[in-house]
């Protein structure tokens, strides 16, 4: 899924673990998305299927690397800011 430079407000939904199985790329490059520590980046970590991750130019706020990365043993690209 691409949603470069869609607009999109607030936090991102969770939802999208609903589609962990088959999502391979999510780009949220130049939104104002705005997902904050543990509780509100703990759903990264179930996109097992995951490939790609751009979230440069979001709002995006972890001190280092969230653990919840390390469950993505897929992702080949991670891009921030």
């Known amino acids: 899924i691409s949603l470069n430079e869609n607009n999109i407000t607030g936090s991102f939904p969770s939802e999208v673990t609903l589609l962990s199985q088959t999502l391979q790329v999510l780009n949220?490059?130049?939104n104002d998305v705005n997902n904050i520590g543990d509780a509100g980046?703990?759903?990264i970590g179930n996109l097992t299927s995951l490939r790609s991750l751009n979230i440069g130019s979001t709002n995006f706020d972890y001190v280092g690397?969230?653990?919840e990365f390390g469950k993505l043993t897929s992702l080949g690209v991670y891009l921030e800011r």
Do not use: H, K, S
């Open 28 to 30: 949220l490059n130049t």
């Open 41 to 43: 980046n703990a759903w």
């Open 65 to 67: 690397v969230p653990t």
